[in-house]
């Protein structure tokens, strides 16, 4: 049986009746779009936040997007965020028609440089885009202070970071809006794809609710401008309705895993995660660093064990974004980042036993490199 970092098999059938009961109650209602289900989960989402509202979207890429165009974000405008990040960061603000704008990452925590935000405003920048990467949250306050200095807005990324704790604010609560993605492996995870973009301004709530619904504020009229159709489905909503109540239980899950690493490969040469300044970690991917990376994953499929890489190309060296005018070079330390981490398998249903087989694999392999 071969280990990947990802796998709900476990936590399907410990969960299987709750989760064929939502999808059930969602059939038998007679409202299968935009229903109960999707506004109980936006108001409990919200509340979990102690933010006031929340729209639940198709994905976590069009909550970028939409949260960005909520904002007034468009065409001329700049947004700055990172590189190392998951494409759809960078996808999501393409789609608005504004430009991305990178700074480079922190070498120990790998998340945003906020020491470079500064020198990256220009007069088009319109609003920050700050990653909580991997599970723990770029350091708020620089961000925070230059966006008030520069009359900016800030939206959080916050698909990887989900209850997530920064000097006691959780992720998504810091921000005029913050976009989640509920793609299955992430800490909230749906049995296919969802989003939510959550806002306390009622005139960023009101915009988002319009261009998920085509750009219609009442049903058949578009009002200020033509939208998109990027709804949360119901039957995804009541199953992360269900799983909501769950999330501080997978988070303590992971946690958990995280710290069964820290014990059984702390002595080894591997770099572990590094929790930065007042955050707390929920360890949506496990990234370790070496060398000799692609020599390790190579020898550790003999041990039946894939892992990936999150990421191997640095956006910015993407072909897609040859547009952008990043040289090779220009992002030093995400580049030699890209280079060297590698993910471990992450996920609360993983077990002691899996998982110690999988450290004592990697430890033989590190010994025999
Ligand atoms: C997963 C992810 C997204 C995109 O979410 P989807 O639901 O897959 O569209 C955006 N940003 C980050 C950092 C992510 O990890």
Not at 48 to 65: E, L, P, Q, R, S
Not at 230 to 258: C, N, P, T
Request: hydrophobic share 40%.
């Amino acid at each position: 049986m071969t280990t990947y970092v990802w796998d709900y098999a476990a936590e399907y059938e410990d969960e299987r009746d709750d989760i064929l009961d939502a999808v059930d109650q969602v059939f038998r209602s007679g409202r299968l779009v935009l229903g109960d289900s999707v506004r109980g989960f936006e108001e409990e989402f919200a509340a979990y936040h102690g933010v006031a509202h929340g729209v639940g979207v198709d994905n976590g890429t069009n909550a970028i997007k939409l949260g960005l165009q909520a904002l007034g974000v468009g065409p001329g405008d700049e947004v700055i965020t990172v590189s190392n990040t998951a494409a759809p960061t960078v996808v999501a603000i393409h789609g608005t028609g504004a430009t991305p704008v990178f700074v480079d990452i922190r070498r120990d925590d790998f998340l945003m440089d906020t020491d470079q935000l500064a020198a990256a405003i220009t007069p088009r920048t319109r609003c920050l885009l700050p990653v909580h990467l991997y599970g723990q949250c770029v350091d708020m306050a620089p961000v925070e202070r230059l966006a008030a200095q520069h009359g900016l807005t800030i939206l959080e990324d916050c698909a990887q970071s989900h209850g997530a704790r920064h000097h006691g604010r959780l992720a998504g609560s810091m921000g005029n809006a913050a976009a989640f993605s509920f793609y299955p492996t992430k800490v909230l995870g749906a049995y296919g794809d969802g989003g939510a973009t959550i806002t306390s301004d009622p005139e960023v709530e009101e915009n988002l609710r319009r261009l998920r619904y085509y750009g219609m504020k009442d049903r058949y009229y578009v009002t200020r401008m033509p939208g998109h159709n990027s709804r949360l489905d119901e039957v995804q909503a009541e199953i992360l309705r269900r799983k909501l109540g769950r999330l501080d239980q997978y988070i303590a899950g992971r946690r958990a895993v995280a710290e069964r690493y820290a014990e059984g490969l702390g002595d080894t040469d591997l770099v572990l995660p590094r929790l930065a300044e007042g955050n707390d970690h929920v360890y949506y991917v496990y990234v370790a660093r070496h060398p000799r990376r692609d020599d390790i994953l190579e020898r550790l499929k003999a041990y039946g064990i894939e892992l990936n890489i999150s990421y191997p190309w640095p956006v910015h060296t993407q072909a897609g974004f040859a547009d952008l005018g990043y040289a090779q070079g220009s992002l030093p330390v995400t580049e030699e980042l890209a280079g060297e981490i590698f993910s471990l398998p992450m996920y609360p249903s993983l077990t002691p036993e899996r998982q110690d087989k999988v450290i004592s694999a990697v430890r033989e392999v590190l010994r025999t490199l």
